[in-house]
């Protein structure tokens, strides 16, 4: 099993910067894709960005040039780097691990930010 704990949301001014971190635990050397997705009020959860199976980093349209996903192995840890923020980016960010087929997934950290 992996353990997945979120940690550095907050309320923010538009255009200003937040970083989330996924801190993970267990099985980490499963883990073979790793990332965020969010979750905006009365809409669907969808991808932010990802580290793929492949090697690939992958970035929602909407994060490409504001958000860095980067990460730190000796931490076990996946940063997301959010620049230029905007009102449209609130959300619960929740870092997501998977190992297999099998999705995990932690409690997720809210983000708002104000206009």
């Known amino acids: 099993q992996v353990q997945l704990v979120e940690s550095g949301g907050g309320l923010v001014q538009a255009g200003g910067s937040l970083r989330l971190s996924c801190a993970a635990s267990g099985s980490i050397f499963s883990i073979n894709a790793m990332g965020w997705y969010r979750q905006a009020p009365g809409k669907q959860r969808e991808l932010v960005a990802m580290?793929?199976?492949?090697?690939?980093?992958n970035y929602a349209d909407s994060a490409k040039g504001r958000f860095t996903l980067s990460r730190d192995n000796a931490k076990n840890t996946v940063y997301l780097q959010m620049n230029s923020l905007k009102p449209e980016d609130t959300a619960v960010y929740c870092c997501?691990?998977?190992?297999?087929?099998?999705?995990?997934w932690g409690q997720g950290t809210q983000v708002t930010v104000s206009s």
């Open positions: 997501y691990g998977r190992v297999g087929i099998r999705a995990n």
């Open positions: 580290f793929t199976s492949t090697g690939n980093t």
